[in-house]
């Protein structure tokens, strides 16, 4: 997908899109010949809508290929997730609200259980519950250098966020994690000479937090993995000129939304009810509005299949505040597949439903993966899907003459 | 698309391909849950030959996005409508029936109104009738130059093409029009070293043009907009290896043709009739025919949808004279929409079928965008149709053993 085309052929235009993204939507049935658990669920909202829609199945990152929820959000935001790769340890800052800049480069930390020969015995250090983690944070938080910030942030029990922060620091870096028990911490190594100071940064960091931490087992040293600065990307506004905004409620999501452009909404609350109520308040603000509803695919990896079809129906249920704000587009998917009968991410394609004014329908008035399939979209890389919405929101305009 | 892989595989056949081109041929429906005007068109031969047929929804340059009929035309005989860019001077010519050649750089006159300082008081300078605009070209005829020669070619009211002849002219030049009433119009600039000469000739025909038009308010002045040669592009028999031909009334489609390498039948009349009377006579002499009917996309752009539908019409009713010429291969499809809604060309894939002795019919009898959208091929490239003609024509033969 060539972005320098598209870009010449945009044109502005006073139409409003939003893109509805069902975390993990597509699913699988619990038996043979069964439905899964967007058919399962009672949605009539969404079915009236894909009869006024055109439907396909969307593939985030090509065929049989399993995306986690960052490539699968870069894949409907119209991003390549394979050319645009947001590395570990950046999305795990992301997944903690940490404001990552271009300057930032990110670790995902482990507190682990070491002997005294700095051979690991535990690496989770028998995860200590989240509140313990929280205490050693604010210790490795004394740890100060003239020339670098260092930022430490608790994620869950053992697992904390890193971020050094200094101009020209590379992220070619080498993980301390031997991976097993019995092996020693390594140091970490630049594996360019563009990282040579990153990773001097970084082994002094480890090693004030070996002293620091000598007396704290079992979590008594720490691992760092996944070193990476966010990537470069065009941003929606540079890319498509769209005023946008992101209405959700976890980390990762507000993060790579960021990452995309958009400006990232608060939440009063944290039900979807709550999401639906934010793009009331700030519907005249914005062309674009990006939601986020994360709860399918929690139950979907949980393999609650039940709980999975409830929060499609509440979602359904919410639709007609959406529909009466008189989108000119709408766009309801997701970003990869979560069955529940896998309790994990899926390749499954994923249903997505495009109406908007002047779409051709397909005439299928139900919203569902064997609906999908044989909607006229086909399947479809996940990157076209905001080309398909632009051209009906009226914002591309002819290619030659 | 990879030529060569192809070209490699080609064979030669006895075999006959007619690609019946309706312009503008994808539509949509007048209001909600109706039926499009190709749905709407009672089509019986059309239908019976879908039966028989393998059907699909082609896109000519990818999701989204809306061609003119230059692209759109690129597309469906095989090239890659981004790769290969007809700038608008050219279409412009190709478009009056002019036979641009490899040295020709072209561009699209206004004559246009100034005042005594040089500024636009009127860009299409009344739009003075089309008798007024030849006899302006006239005078603008009498400039010669010895190293250069300059054609121009009315096109209609003030609207005319600019053709500069001489060997190795390139075309990167800047345009004179300011695209607003109050600017003075512009110098031609090279936007590289290739184009300086083409820009001298350029200002100097505009300072004689100035001369000569001096007294003939309102249209005393011209613009020169979108300076253009002639991509190159691999032939039809260069590729294919086909003796093609062109069935065509309107001087752009004509000229695509020829850029493709086809022979440009002359048709004698206006009519639909006529050109199938054309494919008749000529049937004996060519591979490959290529026919358009222009009046899909004008009834389509002046939002006639009966219109639309009367000329779909006319085409089924004279299918059985083709058919009757027992072509091999059969394509029948569109450059783009042209929906009568929209009075526009559009970005909705546009129906087509392949018929064949050897095609294996999706079994649906029935010639319209919701029934191609059900059909085998889905939402193919444009690009692709041309393969699957050929192997259809038993023109490509097995890669690898």
Redesign the interface.
């Given at each position: 997908?060539?972005f320098k085309?598209?870009q010449e052929?945009l044109v502005p235009a006073q139409t409003k899109i939003v893109l509805l993204i069902m975390d993990g939507l597509g699913g699988l049935p619990l038996e043979p010949g069964g439905k899964t658990e967007l058919e399962t669920a009672c949605t009539p909202n969404l079915d009236a809508l894909a009869g006024?829609s055109i439907l396909g199945l969307t593939q985030p990152a090509g065929p049989g290929i399993t995306v986690g929820s960052g490539p699968g959000h870069l894949a409907i935001f119209g991003y390549d997730p394979i050319e645009y790769e947001i590395g570990r340890g950046a999305l795990e800052a992301l997944g903690v609200d940490f404001e990552l800049g271009p300057d930032d480069v990110a670790a995902r930390g482990n507190f682990c259980s070491v002997d005294e020969n700095s051979v690991i015995t535990d690496r989770r250090a028998g995860r200590i519950p989240t509140e313990v983690g929280r205490e050693l944070a604010e210790i490795l938080r004394t740890i100060k250098m003239d020339s670098v910030e260092f930022f430490v942030r608790t994620v869950k029990e053992h697992r904390f966020a890193f971020v050094m922060r200094a101009p020209g620091l590379g992220d070619a870096l080498s993980e301390t994690d031997p991976l097993k028990v019995g092996g020693v911490t390594l140091p970490v190594r630049a594996l360019n000479c563009e990282s040579e100071i990153a990773a001097q940064y970084a082994n002094q960091f480890i090693e004030q937090a070996r002293c620091l931490l000598a007396n704290k087992h079992p979590a008594n040293m720490i691992t760092l993995r996944g070193f990476a600065k966010l990537p470069h990307i065009p941003t929606y506004p540079e890319l498509y000129g769209l005023n946008s905004a992101a209405v959700a409620i976890n980390g990762m999501y507000r993060g790579v939304a960021r990452l995309a452009g958009m400006e990232v909404l608060h939440v009063c609350g944290e039900t979807i009810a709550d999401e639906f109520a934010t793009l009331e308040k700030y519907w005249n603000d914005f062309d674009y509005f990006y939601m986020h509803v994360k709860k399918t695919d929690t139950c979907g990896e949980a393999g609650d299949f039940a709980g999975k079809v409830r929060v499609i129906e509440e979602v359904d249920a919410l639709m007609s505040r959406l529909l009466a704000l008189n989108p000119d587009v709408v766009i309801v998917g997701g970003d990869h597949s979560s069955p529940a009968v896998l309790k994990s991410h899926s390749w499954h394609p994923v249903p997505v439903l495009i109406y908007g004014k002047?779409v051709?329908?397909?005439?299928i008035s139900e919203f569902g993966e064997n609906a999908c399939s044989?909607?006229?979209?086909?399947i479809?890389p996940a990157t076209?899907v905001i080309?398909?919405?632009?051209?009906?929101a009226g914002r591309?305009?002819?290619?030659?003459?």
């Open positions: 997908m060539d085309f598209l052929l006024r002047y051709r329908p397909d005439g044989r909607g006229s979209l086909g479809l076209h080309r398909i919405a632009l051209a009906n591309i305009t002819k290619y030659g003459a």
